[in-house]
C-alpha cells in the first residue's frame, strides 16, 4: 500500500496483493485504488480493510506486509502495521527494501561535508543549465562539437558529470564569455571555479562505481517476482563489495586516475585545495564506505529477518535448527513436526537439484513433478514465504500511470472512471487475456439500451 497526490491534490491510496497463482508463479496485483480523507494509520487501516473485503481476501490468510518508512505507515505502536498485527499477528512487516537501500545512500552520502558538498555542485549545475534554454542550447551545441553523449536529465546525475565534464566545462566557459548578464555571468564562473578543482573530480571519480552498484542492486530489489532469500542475498553481497572497495589499493588507484583525468582536462592537480591523499582517504572515502557498510546491517536487519535466513537453508537443503523449524511453521501455521519430517525426505531427494535453485523454479518443479502433494507443509511454507513483499514499488509503479490518467486536461473525471482506468491501464496483462465478447454482453445486460449490440 502506498499513497501519492494526484493532479487535483486528492491524495490516493494504492492497495497490492502480492500471492502465488495456481500455476506457482508469482504475482503482484493491484485490487483497489481509492481517494482518501486524511493519511492517519486508522483511517488508511480502514482503506485497506475494506478493499481486502471486498475481493474477498480473508485477512487470516495474510503473511505479510510491506511499505515505505512513513511513520503513519510502520510506525511500531500506531502504525498501520502495527494496527493491522492486531487483527492478524502473522502478518510480518517489511520495510520496502528498495525503500531501505536508497536510505543508505543518502545517508552515506551526507555523513561527510565535502561529500555533501560535491552533491551540491553536482545540483547547481543541472539546475543552472537546464532552467534556461539558451544555455542549454549552448552547452548542446558544445556537445555536438565533441560528439559526446547528449546530456538528459534522466542520466544519473554522477554519470551525466562524468560523461560531460569537458562539455559542461567549455559550456561555462562559452557562458562567461557570451553573457551580458551580471547574475549568469556571476553564476556561470562560480561553477566554474567549484567543478575546475581537484577536490571535486575526485569525489566525482571516487563516488560513481560505488553509486552504479547501489542503482543496479537498487533496480534488481524492484522485480515484482523476486523472493526476500534472492534480495537479502543480494544486499549482502553489495555489502561485501563496499568493503572491498575500502583498502589502500583502491584508494590509491581512484587518486591515480582522478590526477590523470585533471591532466586530461587541464585542471590543475596541485592547487592549494588539493587534500591531502591520507586525510581524503580516512575522513571522507572510508567514512563513506563504513556508513553504508553499517547503515546496510543496521536497515536490512528486520523482523523477517530469520524468517528469510532459514527459508535460505531449506532453499539449499541445510537443515534448520530445531528453533527455526518451530518459528516458521508457527508463521506459516503448519505442524513443526510434519514440516521437518518432510524437510529430511526433501534433502535427500535427488529429483530436486541442490545447485542454487531458486524460489520460484522450486514452486514450479514441486508442481510439475507433483511433489507439491508430497511435501505439503513445505510447500505450504514455500508459497506463503514467496507471497512475502520485498518492495513496494509495485504501488509506486502503478502511480506512474496517475499522471497520464488523471491529467491536467482531463483532472474533472469521477473517482470512478478513475479507479477503472487505472485497473485497466496497470492490469493490462489480464486485461488482454479476457474475452471481450463476454465483456460487451455483461456491459448489454447491465441496464437496458436503445443500441442493439446484437446480444
Known amino acids: ?26 504475482q503482484e496485483r493491484l485490487i483497489w485504488v481509492t481517494a ?9 487501516l480502514q482503506t485497506l480493510l475494506g478493499a481486502l473485503k471486498m475481493v474477498e481476501i480473508d485477512t487470516s490468510k495474510i503473511v505479510s506486509q510491506c511499505y515505505d518508512g512513513a511513520a503513519n505507515m510502520s510506525g511500531g505502536i500506531s502504525g498501520v502495521q502495527s494496527r493491522l498485527k492486531e487483527i492478524q499477528p502473522s502478518a510480518i512487516y517489511m520495510h520496502c527494501f528498495g525503500h531501505c537501500l536508497n536510505l543508505v545512500i543518502a545517508d552515506a552520502m551526507a555523513e561527510v561535508q565535502s561529500t555533501r558538498n560535491f552533491f551540491g555542485s553536482v545540483q547547481s549545475i543541472y539546475n543552472f543549465i537546464e532552467s534556461s534554454p539558451h544555455r542549454h542550447a549552448i552547452l548542446e551545441s558544445v556537445m555536438k562539437r565533441l560528439l559526446t553523449d547528449k546530456w538528459t ?38 561553477l566554474l ?15 560513481q562505481p560505488m553509486l552504479n552498484k547501489c542503482k543496479i542492486v537498487s533496480n534488481f530489489l524492484q522485480s515484482e517476482d523476486l523472493d526476500l532469500v534472492t534480495a537479502l542475498e543480494t544486499v549482502a553481497s553489495l555489502k561485501e563489495n563496499l568493503l572491498q572497495m575500502r583498502s589502500d589499493e583502491e584508494a590509491s588507484a ?57 527459508c535460505g537453508k531449506i532453499l539449499r537443503k541445510e537443515k534448520p535448527s530445531d528453533d527455526e523449524f518451530n518459528k ?23 529429483g530436486i537439484s541442490q545447485a542454487n535453485i531458486s524460489l520460484p523454479g522450486l514452486l514450479k518443479h514441486l508442481q510439475t513433478s507433483g511433489r ?23 504501488a509506486e509503479r502503478a ?57
Open 372 to 394: 507439491d502433494n508430497v511435501y505439503k507443509c513445505l510447500a505450504k511454507v514455500l508459497i506463503g514465504f514467496a507471497s512475502m513483499p520485498v518492495t513496494s514499488s509495485s
Open 1 to 26: 500500500m502506498d499513497e501519492a497526490t494526484d493532479v487535483t491534490h486528492h491524495e490516493q491510496a494504492a492497495i497490492i496483493v502480492r500471492y502465488v497463482d495456481k500455476d506457482m508463479t508469482i
Open 193 to 207: 571555479k567549484n567543478i575546475s578543482t581537484f577536490e571535486f573530480v575526485l569525489h566525482m571519480v571516487a563516488l
Open 328 to 350: 516458521i511453521a508457527a508463521q506459516f501455521d503448519v505442524p513443526p513436526a510434519e514440516l521437518k519430517t518432510e524437510f529430511e525426505l526433501y534433502a535427500t531427494d535427488e
Open 399 to 455: 502511480f506512474s500511470k496517475m499522471g497520464i490518467i488523471k491529467s491536467k486536461l482531463r483532472s474533472t473525471m469521477t473517482q470512478t472512471r478513475f479507479i477503472s482506468l487505472m485497473l485497466l491501464s496497470v492490469e493490462r496483462e489480464l486485461v488482454s487475456t479476457m474475452d471481450t465478447d463476454e465483456v460487451l454482453k455483461l456491459f448489454c445486460e447491465k441496464t437496458h439500451r436503445r443500441l442493439d449490440f446484437g446480444f
Open 153 to 190: 536529465c534522466r542520466a544519473e546525475a554522477v554519470n551525466s558529470i562524468v560523461e560531460n565534464l569537458q562539455s559542461i566545462l567549455q559550456a561555462l566557459e562559452e557562458i562567461t564569455e557570451r553573457t551580458t548578464r551580471p547574475r549568469v555571468m556571476a553564476e556561470a564562473q562560480a
Open 36 to 44: 482518501v480523507e486524511n493519511t492517519t494509520a486508522e483511517n488508511l
Open 254 to 310: 581512484i587518486f591515480s586516475r582522478a590526477k590523470t583525468l585533471c591532466d586530461g582536462l587541464c585542471i590543475d592537480a596541485d592547487i592549494p585545495r588539493r587534500p591531502r591523499k591520507e586525510e581524503w582517504k580516512v575522513r571522507s572515502y572510508f567514512q563513506v564506505i563504513d556508513k553504508a557498510v553499517a547503515d546496510i546491517d543496521r536497515r536490512f536487519n528486520q523482523e523477517a529477518t530469520d524468517i528469510i535466513r532459514t
